[in-house]
């Protein structure tokens, strides 16, 4: 079992910046991959950036210099550093974990970026 935490959403003007947190249950040295999903109203959740544990991380293409993951071992945290927000970012992001062959998520942290 993965309980995982999210923090650090809310309220930004277009070109400013959040980081996103995601504090894991266990140590994260042993999950597969962890990551980020998004969703925005009336569309379908989508993948926004993973990172495997060996350290290889993908993006979506609309968020690829732009979006940073990144993860602290010490403090079983990922983060995801968000730049250059655009108010098409505005969505509710999902922090996940692939542990085994189990996927566990997060509540949801809502991110809204204003014009």
């Known amino acids: 079992q993965v309980q995982l935490v999210e923090s650090g959403g809310g309220l930004v003007q277009a070109g400013g910046s959040l980081r996103l947190s995601c504090a894991a249950s266990r140590n994260i040295v042993n999950i597969n991959v962890m990551g980020w999903y998004r969703q925005a109203p009336g569309k379908q959740r989508e993948l926004v950036a993973s990172?495997?544990?060996?350290?290889?991380?993908n993006y979506v293409s609309s968020v690829k210099g732009r979006f940073t993951i990144s993860r602290d071992n010490a403090k079983d945290t990922v983060y995801l550093q968000m730049n250059s927000l655009k108010p098409e970012d505005t969505a509710v992001y999902y922090c996940?974990?692939?542990?085994?062959?189990?996927?566990?998520w997060g509540q949801g942290t809502q991110v809204t970026v204003s014009p």
């Open positions: 996940y974990a692939v542990y085994g062959s189990s996927w566990y």
């Open positions: 990172l495997t544990g060996g350290g290889r991380s």
